[in-house]
């Protein structure tokens, strides 16, 4: 069975561009979330969908973060513009639903300069 | 509301030696707990989970965690590390009616040869 799948694994980009990050859950699993990782620290959740809806978005830095996932399948992550404190490890999880496992990407590694 | 801890930021142990880590978590009904490895450079792997039944849970690598209720610990354990195992752990709690995971601030395990 496939994991999930993320892409690009790595970006660096100057504050005040822009970066998007792509997502492909585990088939079949409708809750999908995206997290923030600082060097240093545990994963904090940025946003969590249940198939194409957002169930809880209150982490997301709403005024330059936007996450989408239109089809209930795989999902984008945006940043415009990119602060140097948005430098992190960007997770994508998924799971079946119901407080269970959830199973995580490898991650997209951000340096903002 | 629900919480994890993990009181040791960095553990150091010998090669061959017996590991524990400690977690304790607050949460107000039965739990999921978790733990999850997260080797340098990659994303968060599921080493075992507790949903109920057994409290002494078998997990991947040679893991084991036991749930103790009393305590609201679940430990990590294994008999006899490998310079493989140098990682970071973290605990996490499963909360159903939200279908969040949260997560402890981890431990690194340093192995010394």
């Known amino acids: 069975e496939a994991g999930v799948a993320q892409s690009p694994r790595y970006k660096i980009i100057e504050k005040r561009q822009s970066v998007a990050f792509w997502c492909n859950p585990i088939?079949?699993?409708?809750?999908l979330y995206w997290y923030q990782q600082i060097l240093g620290q545990g994963p904090k959740l940025l946003i969590q969908?249940?198939?194409?809806?957002?169930?809880?978005d209150s982490q997301l830095p709403k005024d330059r973060f936007s996450a989408e996932r239109l089809k209930g399948v795989d999902s984008t992550l945006k940043i415009q513009p990119a602060k140097l404190e948005d430098s992190a490890v960007y997770l994508c999880?998924?799971?079946?639903?119901?407080?269970?496992?959830?199973?995580f990407g490898p991650g997209t590694r951000l340096t903002v300069t | 509301a629900q919480s994890v801890t993990q009181p040791d930021i960095h553990i150091t142990v010998s090669e061959g030696a017996s590991l524990e880590l400690r977690c304790n978590y607050s949460?107000?009904?039965?739990?999921?707990l978790f733990w999850y490895v997260q080797s340098p450079g990659q994303g968060l792997q599921l080493l075992l989970k507790?949903?109920?039944?057994?409290?002494l849970v078998q997990g991947i690598k040679g893991f084991e965690a036991e749930f103790k209720r009393s305590q609201s610990s679940f430990n990590l354990r294994k008999p006899s590390v490998h310079w493989s195992d140098a990682a970071e752990y973290f605990c996490?709690?499963?909360?159903?009616?939200?279908?969040?995971?949260?997560f402890g601030k981890g431990t690194r395990l340093h192995i010394l040869p």
């Open positions: 088939s079949g699993h409708a809750t």
């Open positions: 969908f249940q198939n194409n809806g957002v169930v809880d």
């Open positions: 999880a998924s799971s079946l639903g119901g407080g269970g496992p959830q199973y």
């Open positions: 996490a709690v499963g909360v159903r009616r939200d279908d969040k995971i949260i």
């Open positions: 507790y949903f109920s039944g057994d409290t």
């Open positions: 949460y107000g009904a039965t739990p999921y």
